[in-house]
Nanobody, 124 residues
Framework: QVVLVESGGGLVQAGGSLRLSCAAS????????MGWFRQAPGKEREFVAT????????YYAESVKGRFTISRDNAKNTVYLQMNSLKSEDTAVYYC?????????????????WGRGTQVTVSS
């Protein structure tokens, strides 16, 4: 059984930082790429960042590039999203997801398991 649990969300002022964590109960965690997505009210879920199975390759949405950093600790079965210089438009529910493959992925259909999400609210 695969379970993904996000944590670290909250309320922060614009310009502030948050670090999200995703604890994964996944067999052979280190063989899969992982990703973060987000969904704002009234909008579709959108890609934020992805990391390859060994952390050697990362890819970001243009809207977060230079501000967010994805990383993983395979010994702890955990993936992180460090979010700096937060903006009001970053407000959303953030979801962790497990890819079907080892390389990074940007489309929702490339992921087969999802967490329940953690709310991030950025006040201006």
């Amino acid at each position: 059984q695969v379970v993904l649990v996000e944590s670290g969300g909250g309320l922060v002022q614009a310009g502030g930082s948050l670090r999200l964590s995703c604890a994964a109960s996944v067999r052979f965690f280190s063989t899969y790429a992982m990703g973060w997505f987000r969904q704002a009210p009234g909008k579709e879920r959108e890609f934020v960042a992805t990391i390859s199975r060994n952390g050697g390759s990362t890819y970001y949405a243009e809207s977060v590039k230079g501000r967010f950093t994805i990383s993983r600790d395979n010994a702890k079965n955990t993936v992180y999203l460090q979010m700096n210089s937060l903006k009001s438009e970053d407000t959303a529910v953030y979801y962790c997801a497990k890819s079907r493959a080892s390389g990074g992925a940007t489309m929702t259909y490339e992921y087969d398991y999802w967490g329940r999400g953690t709310q991030v609210t950025v006040s201006s």
